[in-house]
């Protein structure tokens, strides 16, 4: 329920704090005091549209605060929970008007867009009135609306659940039928990367081994030179060696007088042998580790370049090359097993086609029960209301090429004033008043189907009066056993209903000063008086007085 409404600095609004209660409330008070004001102070704290116009003059700004109590799984909370905003015991909507056009909505102390304010608003309050355009005479809310009164949950639920699987299975079938046709169109090219690539065989982190092994073959090459160099000076025609030799033998066959003197070159010469052989050795030695096939770095630099472009073809390093082979190598495959695969999911698919038809016949069935049945209910209602030679039609039109969650059909609620006129959208067939009886009618009728918790009504008793205006009267007091109501009225006899009574009254600041809107909570004589007023007029009169209290005893029916 709406607990409190506390605006600032709106239009004849400087400073006002109502607190409301359950059941029904109305707003009384002569034409001009502020009635209307207030109503589009609770639409802006809603979410509706912000005006500059709406600030009183001379003030910067203006604000509406609004603080509802709701049932923990109502959807507004989940609402909240959804958009990561506090879910407080209260839920406090505010919406402060800039006098420069700008608007800032919070919920919870949160900033919040303008958008989700007036879906959490729509959630909690509707505003209804003679000319109405949300709500009933909106056609999108009555497929809700009759769903709601039919109370066939299970065959929406089976309908939502089967679309479900249907939208699912459906894009299966698409994706799949688009890579088969895409494998189709690449079927030639991606054969003959596979047989390019599966050629080449490209292993991960070949070409850092053929890299390496390149450069070490390029080394051993460069040094090859520098090997026969040192075997040309070792054992080459000009080689120390022999030269060597032949000298230390001459000098070992020196008479014994002499090999003494020669004794330090004998040494010195056999050792420069010994260190000559250790160099042979060694020669040999590198050779060995030299020895490779000249034909391997032409190999290895044919393999390494193949690679490179290989990749520089499918712009990719060599190392993803396997993963190139692997995925068009995929593609041939969904080629040849993706027809099968796509035959599978259209057989899914029309399965799934006849479940949501199942299911949407279903639906449909029980609708058409429902519209008869909610029809008969609201035509219950309007004898009393003056609506007697009325009909109110539940327009189904179904379409089974049609697919969405809520089934086949399309529905609107139509009605037909007067016998031989034809029946239409109630928006166009019906007048000023007579939509507003449609209206209440219809609320009364879903009252415990959920409804909105909060429901406004602006002078829906425009143009009525006596015997009318007391059967609106008792069917907003009906309808507040159920849901909060809040009436904006010029009508004793709904006036008379109400258990709160709102009195809206326009008063001086000071002498000669500014005019503001002020509202009066009224006791149970204040009510009397103020419902004598409406029926007597200016000077009431105790016939008023008498007549007032009649209607404020009668008994809700």
């Known amino acids: 329920m709406l607990s409190t409404l506390s605006v600032r600095n709106i239009v004849l609004i400087d400073q006002l704090d109502l607190a409301f209660e359950h059941g029904m409330t109305v707003l009384t008070g002569e034409t001009g005091a502020g009635k209307s004001i207030l109503l589009d102070a609770l639409t802006l704290a809603l979410g509706g549209r912000g005006d500059a116009a709406l600030v009183r003059e001379g003030a910067e700004s203006g604000q509406v605060v609004a603080v509802l109590h709701l049932p923990e799984d109502h959807p507004a909370r989940i609402l909240l929970r959804e958009n990561e905003i506090a879910d ?22 949160q900033p919040v867009s303008a958008g989700l304010l007036r879906s959490v608003g729509g959630l909690l309050v509707e505003v209804h009135g003679q000319h109405d355009d949300r709500a009933l005479v909106d056609t999108a809310t009555h497929r809700a609306l009759l769903d709601s009164f039919g109370g066939y949950e299970g065959d929406l639920a089976a309908v ?16 799949q039928r688009a890579r088969v046709e895409k ?59 022999p030269s060597l030799a032949l000298l230390l033998r001459r000098i070992t066959r020196k008479p014994e007088a002499e090999a003494a003197l020669f004794q330090p070159m004998a040494d010195a010469l056999d050792a420069a042998l010994v260190a000559l052989d250790g160099a042979n ?3 040999d030695a590198i050779r060995r580790e030299m020895a490779f096939d000249p034909r391997e770095l032409e190999q290895v630099e044919e393999r390494l370049f193949a690679l490179r472009a290989a990749a520089r073809k499918h712009q990719v390093e060599c190392d993803a090359l396997p993963d190139v082979l692997a995925r068009y190598a995929g593609e041939i495959e969904a080629l040849e097993t993706g027809a099968e695969r796509l035959a599978a999911l259209e057989t899914e698919l029309a399965a799934a ?7 949407a016949r279903a639906l449909s069935a029980a609708r058409g029960r429902a519209a008869g049945a909610l029809g008969a209910a609201v035509e219950g209602e309007l004898p009393d209301l003056k609506l007697g030679a009325a009909r109110f039609i539940v327009d189904i039109e179904s379409d089974e090429t049609r697919v969405a969650a809520s089934g086949f059909d399309q529905i609107a609620f139509h009605v037909q004033t007067n016998p031989g006129t034809a029946a239409g959208p109630m928006m166009k067939v019906a007048s000023g008043g007579e939509l507003s009886r449609f209206l209440l009618a219809l609320k009364v009728v879903l009252a415990d189907k ?11 008793d425009t143009g009525v009066g006596g015997a009318v205006a007391d059967a609106i009267g008792n069917r907003l007091a009906r309808l507040a056993r159920a849901v909060q109501v809040l009436t904006v009225t010029h009508a004793p006899q709904v006036a008379a209903r109400a258990g709160t009574h709102l009195l809206i009254e326009k008063q001086a600041v000071q002498e000669g000063a500014f005019m503001r809107t002020h509202v009066r909570p009224l006791d149970e004589g204040a009510r009397g008086e103020e419902v004598a007023r409406m029926l007597a007029g200016a000077r009431i009169t105790e016939e008023a007085r008498a007549a007032a209290r009649r209607l404020m005893s009668e008994v809700i029916l």
């Open 88 to 109: 407080d015991a209260e839920i406090i909507l505010r919406r402060v008007q800039h006098g420069d056009g700008r608007t800032r909505a919070f919920i919870n102390d």
């Open 160 to 175: 939502e659940a089967a679309h479900a699987a249907l939208v699912s299975v459906r894009t299966e079938v698409e994706a």
């Open 183 to 241: 494998a189709a169109r690449d079927e030639e090219y991606a054969r003959h990367v596979v047989d390019e690539l599966t050629a080449l065989g490209p292993e991960p982190g070949e070409e850092t081994v053929l890299a390496d092994r390149r450069q070490r073959l390029m080394g051993l090459e460069k040094a090859a030179g520098e090997v026969a160099d040192a075997e040309e000076i070792l054992s080459g025609t000009n080689a120390p060696g």
């Open 281 to 283: 050795e060694a020669l």
């Open 353 to 359: 086609h006849a479940a949501y038809e199942a299911a």
């Open 450 to 460: 959920g409804s909105v918790p909060v429901l406004v009504f602006d002078e829906i």
